[in-house]
Nanobody, 123 residues
Framework: QVQLVESGGGLVQVGGSLGLSCAASGRAFSAYGMGWFRQAPGKEREFVATISRSGGNILYADSVKGRFTASRDNAKNTVYLQMNSLKPEDTAVYYC????????????????WGQGTQVTVSS
């Protein structure tokens, strides 16, 4: 079992940057594909990025491609999401998630979720 704790959210102005972290407890972190998702009020949970077990493969949603960078450090049991050039439409609660095995952009595939961290982009 994996427990996930996100941190790093907050309030930022349009065009600014924020970095999120997701610390995992438990063993065999490198056995899990990791994902970042977000959910704005009244909207469905939305895929942001997914990263393979080694960190060598990363897939982004078109809406964040070129602005967000996902990475992971298996020695630290941590996955990261660096967000640059933020827009008001990036405002949401951001979640990290873990699934045994390969990565996925489908949130239904994930077994473990963090509590979420709020990101608010003000104009």
């Amino acid at each position: 079992q994996v427990q996930l704790v996100e941190s790093g959210g907050g309030l930022v102005q349009v065009g600014g940057s924020l970095g999120l972290s997701c610390a995992a407890s438990g063993r065999a972190f490198s056995a899990y594909g990791m994902g970042w998702f977000r959910q704005a009020p009244g909207k469905e949970r939305e895929f942001v990025a997914t990263i393979s077990r080694s960190g060598g493969n990363i897939l982004y949603a078109d809406s964040v491609k070129g602005r967000f960078t996902a990475s992971r450090d298996n020695a630290k049991n941590t996955v990261y999401l660096q967000m640059n050039s933020l827009k008001p439409e990036d405002t949401a609660v951001y979640y990290c998630a873990a699934k045994m095995g390969t990565w996925s952009s489908n949130h239904y595939d994930y077994d473990y979720w963090g509590q979420g961290t709020q990101v608010t982009v003000s104009s």
